[in-house]
């Protein structure tokens, strides 16, 4: 098996077509792969066991690639409230089609449900499109058990004028909202 599919790898349908007519593989960590959209938002990737299988292509060489992604992972992010890190465990698998050009893709979006269509013209290469996964998993900040409330956090929305702690009036459920999305936010 050809062991040059790996992180750095440009997610490029002809030239992986033309390195890989029997598909590929590659195993290991995300340690040394540099995710600086992750290190911008405070996010650390820890003890990350990647994969990655790319399936071998079909005869025609129109058809777009298959790829499939799989993370089993530790992240450390910062807490919406009070900011502090949270930890959380990833563990996903995700396919994709990728496509020579995005119009392809685009015109793929809505057919395709099971993986998500991406396409050359995106100038991915795989360690991207595992920190843009990670990114996707994480869209809201999640927080500690204990911290309910408006978030608080560095970049978050201004809560809104009916959350507000100074809200004289009781309201019973004002939390529940917030510790549904909390729990939600961790699956
Ligand atoms: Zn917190």
Same mark, same amino acid.
């Given at each position: 098996m050809n062991t040059d599919f790996g992180l750095p790898t440009p997610l490029q349908?002809?030239?992986l077509r033309e390195r890989f007519p029997a598909g590929s593989q590659w195993h290991g960590s995300l340690a040394d792969w540099p995710m600086p959209r992750l290190a911008e938002l405070g996010i650390v990737c820890d003890?990350?066991?990647?994969?990655? !299988?790319?399936?071998?292509?079909?005869?025609?060489?129109?058809?777009?690639?298959?790829?499939?992604?799989?993370?089993?992972?530790?992240?450390?992010?910062?807490?919406?409230?009070?900011?502090d890190d949270v930890a959380a465990e990833q563990g996903w698998e995700r396919e994709f089609v990728l496509y020579s050009s995005g119009d392809q893709a685009d015109a793929a979006l809505d057919l395709e449900a099971l993986a998500d269509p991406i396409s050359d013209e995106d100038g991915l290469s795989l360690g991207d499109l595992f920190e843009?996964?990670?990114?996707?998993?994480?869209?809201?900040?999640?927080?500690?058990?204990?911290?309910?409330?408006?978030?608080?956090? !560095?970049?978050?929305?201004?809560?809104?004028?009916?959350?507000?702690?100074?809200?004289?009036t009781q309201r019973p459920f004002s939390g529940l909202a917030d510790l549904l999305q909390g729990r939600q936010s961790k699956d």
């Open positions: 349908c002809r030239p003890k990350a066991e990647a994969g990655a !299988v790319l399936f071998p292509p079909s005869k025609d060489p129109q058809a777009p690639l298959h790829l499939k992604l799989t993370l089993r992972a530790l992240t450390r992010s910062p807490c919406g409230r009070c900011t843009d996964e990670i990114l996707m998993a994480l869209t809201e900040p999640l927080r500690h058990e204990t911290c309910i409330g408006p978030m608080q956090g !560095v970049g978050s929305e201004a809560p809104a004028a009916d959350a507000s702690p100074s809200e004289p």
